[in-house]
């Protein structure tokens, strides 16, 4: 089978003219961004979107080098090693016509620092943003922050002015089921601006006319037509009929198919993430099993027993038709901390999973429900269905609950769930963002997608610690510490590393990004 890697410099997307010939991409993909508020949903999709209505402060291109992005210069300032000094883009409007100066930035990052902010992990070791220009910012941490600019990828800018005149200074309460004027409106920096909102049917978006890089990017995509096609079968239908232009999410089964369809062709490369199982591991009890008064997870030789029982070849092979990597930790190759070790340490050995069960009390196995999204990441039901019959095999007997990821991620913030499937990606491509999230106990700053419950009073020092090591060889010895204890303690079950493919017509141009989050000013239209 024959796919193109389309390697794009970020050199040969710049000093641009944007074209006067409007030309319209018909973009879907499996599930819809679950908000505009942007601060709200730390979730691809949602951020995916976003990135064409709203800037950062620094971004990744389509190499996933860091570029300025809103911000022109940054870094450490010479006279004091806890702050960073961000110069900011002078000249840039909203696409209300407002003024972008450091008060919306101080604003947007103050904001994404409250309590309902789903980014509120990335800035949890900032003491204060302090606006000391119209275009200079600067960030105080507590102690040097080494990677704080890489941070900022995702961490988007509203207007001030235009948040306090529509009640949404306040962060939309996602989990809680707000719906906020921010949810369903958006009023951005970038390069297109919205026309209209239909959650999960359709999204509209046309050319910011007054962009401030229309001389340095091509901008030859002037309209969006966003549309989620959670059916696969619907969705590679669009593509070959014509309907749609690029999807991002081509099932692994059609891949052939489209590929070699005239006038298209699918682009592959390997994804920025993880999918991997979580399990409640603290409470004493859970509700969700059946199993009376125990907690059969919270047993490091089940959680074992657990892992080595998931055959991750046999998913690779015939769940993922090769489209994989199988994984043993949840950190992706691209990330500072990977190891290489670590990662291929995860084996089947279902013999030697009965007898951890038997050891651990659970020779006849016990019964548990399985949260898997149906519609966020690679065939997530499919690897949850294959998963059930492997757990099988140690008299782990698991009913699998399969709802779109608009219903399942709830559980998972609100603690509703004991046993589920979650995918990671990492865009500061640093391992701390990962503890913070996922290993660190949850609470006010830290472990808002912890679900595990896992907490280790000490690793979370070690954890809260990197931010402030600048001895960047220290600070890895620490992080590999941290990964040790995650891994001994099986905190969750790794299953692969996702490989990305995007199809679409043949005149578009553009790379497989790692992240997932195409950025259509880059795209050309042949």
Known sequence: MKFKAMMLATAAVVAMPMLAQAETIRWARAGDALTLDPHAQNEGPTSALAHQIMETLVMRDHAGAMVPSLATEWGPSADNPNVWVFKLREGVTFHDGAKFDSEDVKFSLDRAMTEDSDYKELLASVKEVRATGEYEIEIETNGPNPIMANNLTNMFILDKDWAEANNAVKVQDYEGGENTFAAKNANGTGPYKLVSREPDVKTVLTINENYWGKDEFPLEVTDIIYTPIQNAATRVAALLSGEVDFIQDVPVQDLSRVDTTDGLEVR???????????????????????????????????????????????????????????????????????????????????????????????????????????????????????????????????????????????????????????????????????????????????????????????????????????????????????????????????????????????????????????????????
């Open 268 to 526: 592959t490369a390997p994804q920025n993430r993880v999918i991997f199982f979580g399990m409640n591991q603290a409470a004493e009890d859970i509700a969700n099993d059946d199993v009376d008064g125990v907690n059969p997870m919270s047993d490091v030789r089940v959680r074992k027993a657990m892992s080595m029982a998931i055959d991750r070849d046999a998913i690779m092979k015939v769940v993922m038709r090769g489209q994989s990597a199988p994984a043993g930790m949840i950190a992706p190759p691209f990330v500072n901390g990977w190891n290489e070790a670590m990662d291929s340490s995860s084996s089947t050995d279902v013999e030697k999973a009965k007898a951890l069960m038997a050891e651990a009390g659970y020779a006849d196995g016990f019964g548990i429900t399985l949260n898997c999204p149906n519609d966020r990441y690679v065939n997530d039901e499919k690897i949850c269905q294959a998963a059930v019959g492997m757990l099988a095999k140690i008299g782990v007997k698991v009913n699998l609950d399969a709802k779109p990821k608009a219903q399942h991620f709830p559980l998972l913030s609100n603690l509703e769930t004991d046993f589920y499937m979650l995918g990671w990606g990492v865009p500061t491509y640093d391992s701390e963002y990962i503890f913070n999230f996922l290993a660190h106990t949850k609470g006010e700053k830290y472990g808002s997608w912890n679900a595990t419950r896992f907490s280790n009073p000490d690793l979370d020092v070690k954890i809260e610690a990197l931010a402030g090591e600048t001895d960047l060889e220290k600070r890895n010895g620490m992080i590999n510490d941290i990964w040790q204890v995650v891994q001994d303690e099986q905190v969750y079950i790794p299953i692969h590393h996702q490989v990305l493919n995007w199809g679409m017509k043949t005149n578009v141009g553009t790379v497989v990004e790692p992240e997932d989050s195409p950025k259509f000013k880059y795209f050309t239209m042949k």
